[in-house]
């Protein structure tokens, strides 16, 4: 059932943004996800899915690139089989191997946090600020879920790290950012090397069982103008691969 709902929502957003000369791809791994991340934004800011700090991962990426410039939009997940707690209350979650010393696993909030198995974790969603609030960020978050449950089909629910400040933040579009979850809890509090200032982290959860029933190819309706048209257009070329 998944695969064949993400063939059909693969089907209805690639024919819009192709009408747009954009087009969305599959990748393996994270590292080219890294690469993009770093060129696009000066820094990686999701050390979960850098592999220069973790043993082993199972992982992929997603892109849109637009035909004159480049990368506009990027997202990851990566599958962690079995037991997600202990990856969280040891800090694999972030730092596996080469965790930058200011990092402290005691800094998190593990009393609070639900028993999960089997957890495809969602993070590295970007969209160039010339197409925010057009859907593509909506309509690629959902390919991100289904491809996950294609590709991993005993996963039994999705979660993704959201900072404090961003629970009562709103889209472009008018949407909040938790909307899409079912529940959180906090996770981790203290200093985080990747934004260079003390966070507060909320794990948010959702079921697998719930993208399935959400799931909707009719319903992607991306509102994606000309790039070429933007006034700030030029200034994104950088994301050119």
């Given amino acids: 059932m998944s695969q064949q709902l993400l063939t059909q929502c693969y089907r209805v957003v690639e024919s819009q943004l192709n009408d747009a ?30 592999p220069e700090f973790h043993r082993e991962m199972t992982a992929y990426h997603l892109r ?37 010393a200011e990092f402290m696993t005691c800094n998190i909030l593990s009393d609070e946090l639900p028993e999960l198995r089997n957890v495809a974790f969602l993070g590295g969603l970007w969209v160039s600020p010339v197409l925010q609030g057009c859907g593509i960020g909506g309509a690629l978050s959902m390919i991100n879920k289904l491809t996950a449950l294609a590709r991993w089909p005993e996963t039994t629910c999705f ?38 200032n003390i966070e507060m982290l909320h794990l948010a959860t959702l079921g697998a069982e719930v993208i399935l029933a959400r799931a909707n190819p009719t319903g992607f309706r991306l509102s994606v103008q000309s790039v070429e048209s933007s006034p700030d257009a030029s200034r994104y070329a950088h994301g050119r691969a």
Avoid at 24 to 31: H, S
Avoid at 162 to 180: D, P, T
């Fill in 21 to 50: 000369d954009m087009s969305l791809t599959v990748g393996f791994g994270t590292r080219a996800w890294c690469d993009a991340t770093r060129r696009l934004r000066g820094r990686v800011s999701a050390p979960t899915f850098e």
């Fill in 159 to 196: 979660t993704a790290t959201i900072r404090e400040q961003n629970f009562a933040k709103v889209s472009a579009a008018g949407r909040s950012y938790l909307k899409e979850y079912e529940a959180s809890a906090p996770l981790w509090r203290g200093y985080y090397p990747p934004t260079e």
């Fill in 64 to 100: 849109i690139d637009h035909a004159s410039y480049g990368i506009v939009a990027l997202a990851a997940c990566r599958r962690f089989a079995g037991e997600f707690l202990p990856a969280v209350q040891s800090g694999a979650l972030w730092y596996e191997i080469n965790a930058p």
